[in-house]
């Protein structure tokens, strides 16, 4: 969450962010917290003064007894009495108005970053870069040829998961429900394949594997923004109260969760495979279908913990990391800087990366890689000392997928297919022991 501090101090800039973050009563939510942080302080001020008087005339009281002044000592201590009843009053509303300003901190979502553009919805956001030229005839992405004349005959991920028994959908349904697919032989193959694919650029690029749990408590969610859930997107075993994860975030940054770092050991780098699960709520239509938006599916995430004057390049890094895995796949994608109302509650800056699905006509979204500055290790209590005044101060917090799987998986079926079968992209082959899928 934001701090009071960047409230008070920069307040003109705070509703500007919010507005470009298209947050509605923003003004009036900062306003909000101003007057609370104002009262809280007033209320501190009063018990200060209560404690410091109390204090002074319990000095008094055991003067006057020694002397033999019990009566006027008796009418000091009911005036003692009083000073600590206010201290009381004052120390309560201090803890409700630190209480509402914490539930109305928890509502405010992030500001974005300067660069962020304006912008409304997806619409609005920014192509900052792309392997795939529009054309008219046939043009060349890494080694294979897209050409729209025969867009129409290529087949979507669905019917060839079906024709090469990859992937069975209804069988999902009759296990669990929609948006649970079962992956079968070659299937099963491909997503082992490219788990270990991701793990294994990620330690080559210096990220520590982490194994997390997929259930969280109510801590975690809250820690990384996840809670409260305000469209009601995860999964809550409501017996013991627990969370599913929607990603390997929330249980990978909440380790740093009320920890304090040494300098020398950031940046913090992660990486974690886990089983991601979201109720999509509201999700409908075409665009849902087969791998398109699942429930439950895998992923591997990036995580970073670092110095506020670094994070901007250690997001520059993960970035050109999500990117050259792509290239490695041979896979048509592309970069979009995502504009303030198409950015998630947490983040400062967001980039999206997307792959082009020939057989469907449209790009699938693989990836989100984002900075949060300090919002997310606010709301964790993570902090590091500075090594040489041992100064602490709030980190800086990052993540993103490298990669989720459902698309990629999409992508590479379709945009991959020949009368022969599905081509494995050559770095695969290792991990697939074929070239092709038939």
């Known amino acids: 969450m934001l701090t009071l501090k960047l409230i008070s101090e920069e307040t003109e800039r705070v509703i500007k962010g919010l507005e470009k973050k298209h947050f509605k009563g923003a003004k009036e939510a900062v306003e909000k917290v101003l007057e609370l942080d104002k009262c809280r302080r007033e209320a501190q001020q009063k018990s200060d003064k209560a404690k410091q008087e109390s204090k002074k005339m319990a000095a008094q009281i055991g003067q006057l007894m020694k002397q033999g002044k019990k009566d006027e000592a008796e009418e000091i201590k009911a005036q003692v009495a009083v000073l600590k009843s206010q201290d009381k009053a004052m120390e309560q509303a201090m803890e409700e108005a630190e ?196 429930h439950e599916f895998s992923k591997i995430e990036i995580v970073r913990i670092d110095k506020p004057e670094h994070s901007k390049e250690s997001h520059k890094e993960m970035l050109e990391h999500v990117e050259g895995l792509l290239k490695k796949l041979e896979l048509p994608y592309r970069i979009l800087l995502l504009c303030g109302g198409d950015q998630s509650f947490t983040s400062a800056i967001c980039y999206d990366f997307e792959v082009y699905s020939e057989a469907q006509g449209r790009w699938l979204e693989v990836s989100s890689v984002s900075n949060f500055d300090t919002y997310q290790a606010n709301r964790l209590k993570c902090r590091y000392r500075h090594a040489e005044d041992k100064k602490i101060e709030l980190c800086h917090t990052l993540n993103g997928s490298a990669l989720a799987l459902p698309r990629i998986v999409a992508a590479i079926i379709e945009d991959n297919q020949t009368p022969e079968g599905i081509r494995v992209p050559r770095a695969l082959v290792p991990y697939m022991g074929c070239e092709i899928i038939n």
């Open 99 to 294: 209480r509402q300003t914490r539930e109305l901190l928890c509502t405010i979502p992030n500001i974005p970053y300067d660069e962020v553009p304006e912008g409304v919805a997806a619409e609005d956001n920014i192509v900052v870069k792309s392997n795939l030229k529009e054309c008219d005839g046939t043009d060349t992405v890494g080694n294979w040829t897209l050409n729209p004349e025969n867009a129409e005959a290529k087949q979507p991920h669905w019917e060839l998961a079906k024709k090469y028994n990859l992937i069975d959908f209804d069988l999902g349904v009759k296990i669990t429900g929609a948006g649970f697919p079962v992956y079968i032989g070659m299937g099963a193959r491909l997503q082992r394949a490219l788990i270990n694919f991701f793990l294994d650029e990620a330690r080559a690029a210096g990220y520590t594997e982490i194994m997390p749990p997929t259930v969280v408590n109510q801590a975690s969610g809250y820690g990384t923004g996840q809670l409260p859930d305000k469209e009601g997107q995860m999964y809550h075993c409501e017996v013991d109260d627990l969370y599913l994860i929607p990603t390997a975030e929330v249980p990978v940054t909440n380790i740093y969760r009320d920890v304090i770092l040494d300098e020398k050991d950031l940046p913090i780098k992660n990486c974690a495979y886990t089983q991601c699960f979201r109720r999509e709520a509201g999700s409908y239509g075409k665009d849902v279908r087969g791998l398109n938006r699942l």
